[in-house]
């Protein structure tokens, strides 16, 4: 059975083989877009390259790309841990021709890889297309000798990929596993295909058309490709189980913590150290390349999933800080792969302690108010938005984590009160400030806390607009 270290090499070797040049992941910080919060799929940092902005330097490439989906227009946070395939950080393989070649070459690669390379039954795999891209349903039934019915027209914006409203856009093609009828979901297409039956693990897009103001306004003269494969779902159906925390990285990222915290990952305890596990990596990938926590901007979206982490850690019974103790096996499991993750190993060691024994300060008491508002709550109850608020505002708790933690019980958060008892706060800091004699540098404090509030920032969700596969 291959480890996932094997895998990302098999992939990366079968292009390299096909002439593409083998890319070193770029880092977690966008280095060509403000706009997007964390580099969230291999194309972004070719994107230039798929625009005509600058050369690329070679017409075909290769990467297993570090991604962050935890804010902005992918969020996948609140499905980390209550999913079997969702994960904050992942890799994301992918190969890329730059208007070398297109449909015809790059589907019958992926059906290659697929089931000749990993070896797949044919029979548990089905793809879908963009609801009028004839041609890649044409190469589709050639490759593969499926019938209609395994090769499935979408209509929505899941098979059309666009840069933005203006830019490159085009069909996608997606491959989806079968983990077998045991598994509750239907197939792609059907009411019921967020469940988790039926798993996408590959992307193919064909960027074929140029949009202006969101309207198609040219075919391209030289269409390109751009493909992203989850390294941990693939990983998944190669070592026959069917969550990517059972997968052999997981596994060994979870008995850590288990020993860490001597409880066993079972039970209710299962999903802390599900969520541990993952938040590890985002957490340390995110330092390794330079973020740190503060409550702003990336670093607060750090704090965010840090802080979570340490809830489960406290959930589980650690007495101390547990989170640094973890990193040593994940610079064992990732940092050949990843050397910056290895050489940053003191910085994530520091950075993770520090963040902890601060949070630990507020953590137990600001735990307390929560239980005891929530005293005699049935399942299906609100938590009042002012006790959200005083635990974001005074005791550390992202909103975040106190939706997280209200959802494990079964309960909610009063969002709408938690906005207002902020919007209460900051104005009455306002008019306590009008009093006080002082303009300049008061005006300038105050739009600074208007901007960021207390402890809370959303901005990037309005901003972000590109860069997904
Ligand atoms: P899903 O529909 O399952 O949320 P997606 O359509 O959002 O996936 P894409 O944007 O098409 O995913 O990304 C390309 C590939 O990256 C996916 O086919 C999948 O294998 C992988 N992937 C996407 N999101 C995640 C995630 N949160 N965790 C792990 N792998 C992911
Ligand atoms: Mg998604
Ligand atoms: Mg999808
Ligand atoms: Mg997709």
Not at 7 to 35: C, M, W
Not at 38 to 48: E, T
Not at 53 to 80: E, F, M
Not at 245 to 265: H, N, P, R, Y
């Amino acid at each position: 059975m291959p480890s996932l270290n094997e895998i990302r090499a098999t992939y990366l070797n079968f292009f390299a083989a096909d002439g593409h040049e083998k890319v070193h992941s770029a880092p977690l910080v966008p280095q060509n877009d403000p706009s997007l919060l964390f580099v969230n799929a291999g194309m972004v940092p070719f994107k230039d390259y798929f625009t005509g902005a600058s050369k690329p330097p070679y017409p075909r490439a290769t990467s297993s790309q570090k991604c962050v989906r935890a804010g902005g227009k992918h969020n996948d946070l609140d499905n980390v841990g209550y999913t079997a395939r969702h994960l904050t950080f992942f890799e994301m393989l992918g190969n890329f021709s730059f208007g070398d070649y297109f449909k015809e070459h790059a589907i019958d690669r992926a059906w290659k890889l697929v089931t000749q390379e990993f070896g797949l039954d044919a029979k548990r795999l089905l793809v879908t297309v963009y609801i009028d891209d004839d041609e890649a349903a044409a190469i589709w039934k050639k490759v593969t000798g499926f019938g209609d019915d395994k090769i499935i027209r979408i209509a929505g914006s899941d098979n059309f990929w666009a840069m933005g409203d203006s830019g490159p856009c085009g069909p996608c093609t997606e491959i989806f596993w079968d983990h077998g009828d045991k598994i509750p979901g239907g197939p792609p297409g059907s009411p019921d295909e967020d469940g988790d039956r039926y798993v996408e693990i590959w992307n193919n897009v064909f960027m074929q058309f140029e949009k202006e103001n969101d309207q198609i306004v040219r075919t391209l003269p030289k269409p390109s490709v751009d493909t992203g494969m989850g390294l941990e779902r693939m990983t998944t159906v190669l070592q026959g189980v069917h969550s990517v925390f059972e997968t052999d990285l997981f596994k060994t990222l979870i008995a850590a913590s288990e020993d860490a915290t001597s409880t066993k990952s079972d039970g209710e305890r299962a999903a802390s150290h599900r969520v541990i596990a993952d938040h590890l990596r985002s957490s340390s990938f995110l330092i390794a390349d330079g973020v740190t926590p503060s409550n702003e901007g990336r670093g607060y979206v750090l704090r965010r999933i840090m802080r979570r982490a340490m809830r489960h850690a406290h959930l589980l019974g650690a007495a101390d800080p547990l989170m640094h103790r973890l990193v040593p096996t994940l610079v064992a499991q990732m940092g050949d792969a990843y050397p910056e993750l290895a050489r940053a190993q003191p910085f994530i060691e520091d950075t993770l302690k520090q963040e902890e024994v601060r949070f630990r300060t507020t953590l137990g008491r600001g735990m307390a108010l929560f239980d005891t508002a929530v005293q005699g709550f049935k399942p299906g109850d609100m938590l009042d938005g002012q006790t959200a608020f005083t635990l974001s505002d005074t005791y550390g708790f992202p909103l975040d984590l106190t939706q997280d933690e209200a959802r494990r019980r079964g309960f909610s958060v009063n969002v709408d009160g938690f906005e207002s008892a902020m919007a209460e706060q900051r104005q009455r800091s306002r008019e306590h400030w009008k009093g006080s004699g002082q303009t300049a540098n008061t005006n300038e404090w105050l739009a600074i806390r208007d901007r960021m509030g207390p402890t809370v920032f959303n901005g990037y969700d309005a901003i972000e607009g590109s860069g997904e596969v």
